[in-house]
């Protein structure tokens, strides 16, 4: 067991001045802490950031939905505001430092302020970094790209040669990727979605972030669908690809993939720049494909890292449809 499970028992024990005990559990893998007569079913991680949330958010839903004990998270640490969201939203907490929120019967654990180091940065391999995150967007979306030879990798990608080789090195140095004399394979692909969907948001998507928008009035609840393409290719994501994907979600935030400049899109479809507008420009960063000017969604792995980062719980439940319908073959 990880240490820091330990000295956050130990730090809620003083403040509440009561025993706190990890629970012997016949599943190894699952990990419960008793409080008095109350038991809650833990869940850890090494930190919890802006970055990261929407995943871990997306994990705590989960786990509420399969388990019949309360969810506790205890990680090494917890930024201040997201601890400040995790409490608004009735999230169990605590962290190594004995900061933390904890509601149950005849329960209430509610403590801040106490001092936190955050876990200094080291170098991150480049397997999650621009150019890895664009290699493996293609190896998750299609896997008949693990066939291609490096070169045509690269050509993919737009990215250089001796890139692909090193990210690929690095993807099996990491227990990614399987190397065979039939070529390679993906491993440990869940593992692997949740790590590009942290990268993805927080490494490349703020490169490819254009601009904010609004509408010139307030929009009726179709009136997004009735954007029109500005001679080239635009395509949905977040809330109105899930929208069309599923028909589950009434979108209130517009995310639109394009290989445009903005100033082009807002001008044809009337758009106001403002950057607290609801309608967010990224630039696409796929091999450019003529669609017949047609508005279509990005490819529903985009959609679903763009609906995971929200850490909002509608946009988590459409992410998770998206999952089952679309992405099963990560399985």
Do not use: C
């Not at 293609?138 to 990798?153: G, M, S």
Request: proline residues 4%; glycine residues 4%.
């Amino acid at each position: 067991m990880e240490k820091y499970l330990y000295t956050a028992k130990q730090n809620v024990e003083k403040i509440l001045e009561t025993k706190v005990e990890y629970i012997p559990n016949t599943d190894k893998n699952k990990l419960i802490l008793g409080i008095h007569e109350h038991k809650f079913r833990v869940i850890t991680f090494t930190e919890i950031r802006e970055a990261n949330k929407g995943v871990i958010f997306a994990k705590i839903q989960n786990e509420k939905k399969v388990n019949n004990l309360p969810v506790l998270v205890v990680a090494k640490f917890i930024a201040k505001d997201i601890a400040e969201e995790m409490r608004i939203k009735n999230i169990n907490y605590i962290d190594i430092a004995g900061n933390g929120n904890i509601k149950a019967e005849n329960l209430l654990f509610y403590v801040r302020g106490q001092k936190n180091t955050p876990i200094p940065k080291v170098n991150k391999t480049r397997a999650f970094q621009e150019a890895g995150i664009k290699l493996i967007y293609q190896f998750l979306t299609d896997p008949t790209n693990l066939e291609k030879t490096y070169r045509e990798l690269a050509k993919l990608t737009g990215i250089a040669l001796g890139s692909v080789s090193s990210i690929i090195n690095e993807l099996e140095e990491l227990n990614f990727i399987l190397k065979s004399k039939n070529g390679i394979r993906l491993k440990n692909k869940l593992k692997l979605l949740e790590r590009w969907v942290i990268a993805y948001n927080e490494v490349l998507k703020p490169k490819l972030f254009q601009k904010k928008l609004r509408f010139a009035t307030h929009p009726d609840i179709t009136q997004w669908q009735k954007l029109i393409n500005a001679n080239g290719e635009i395509f949905w994501g977040g809330e109105p690809a899930a929208n069309i994907l599923t028909g589950h979600l009434n979108p209130a935030e517009f995310t639109i993939y394009t290989f445009n400049y903005w100033t082009e899109i807002a001008k044809v479809n009337k758009l106001i720049p403002d950057n607290e507008g609801n309608i967010e420009i990224i630039s696409a960063f796929w091999p450019v494909r003529k669609l017949d000017y047609r508005l279509v969604t990005v490819n529903p792995l985009l959609v679903y890292a763009d609906l995971i980062n929200t850490g909002n719980e509608r946009n988590i439940e459409a992410a998770r449809i998206i999952y089952e319908k679309e992405l099963q073959h990560l399985e």
